[in-house]
């Protein structure tokens, strides 16, 4: 069955199952291999997407039910990586194994859409995806500079 997407911008239309999840359609169809395959989920984030405008696992979503939307990707968030995103996560050199990055700057992104001025708490909440490199704290670090916030102080250790 043929179905059209909207991927970062383009048009694409691609001969698949229709409940053949988005997260193959963009990888093994279309060549969009920045949104990475965890853990098939849903729980890990590693397959972020936005989804007009909206941050979502596209591990669990048919591709029927994303044709017609506007998908964004990490190659479509910024094709110079001047996106301030990734711009912080360079300069404060969050990655280590890097898997999880391009899902975690992708639910960033959405956030910041919605929240431009997140606290740790909102930071917790809505970027829950799971990095196995542990580097939770650089990753708040840069999503507070790309909202041009200073991050916030450290918790003193209870006695």
């Known amino acids: 069955m043929a179905l059209t997407f909207k991927i970062n911008g383009q048009?694409?239309?691609v001969d698949a199952d229709?409940?053949?999840?988005?997260?193959?359609?963009?990888?093994?169809?279309?060549?969009?291999?920045?949104?990475k395959f965890g853990?098939?989920?849903?729980?890990?984030g590693a397959c972020t997407v936005h989804l007009d405008g909206t941050a979502a696992r596209s591990c669990q979503v048919a591709a029927s039910d994303a044709a017609g939307l506007e998908i964004t990707t990490i190659e479509g968030l910024s094709p110079d990586g001047s996106h301030p995103l990734q711009k912080a996560?360079?300069?404060?050199?969050?990655?280590?194994?890097?898997?999880c990055q391009a899902g975690m700057i992708m639910a960033a992104a959405?956030?910041?859409?919605?929240?431009p001025k997140p606290t740790d708490a909102d930071i917790d909440t809505y970027v829950d995806n799971l990095c196995r490199c542990g580097t939770y704290q650089r990753i708040r670090a840069a999503i507070h500079q790309a909202a041009g916030q200073a991050p916030a102080a450290?918790?003193?250790a209870k006695a």
Not at 18 to 35: N, S, V
Not at 110 to 115: G, I, R, V
Request: glycine residues 8%.
């Open 154 to 156: 450290p918790k003193k």
């Open 110 to 115: 959405a956030m910041l859409k919605a929240t």
């Open 11 to 13: 048009t694409h239309e």
């Open 39 to 44: 853990c098939g989920i849903a729980q890990c």
């Open 89 to 99: 996560w360079v300069d404060l050199n969050v990655p280590q194994c890097g898997y």
């Open 18 to 35: 229709p409940t053949t999840p988005l997260l193959w359609i963009l990888r093994d169809h279309l060549g969009f291999t920045g949104t």
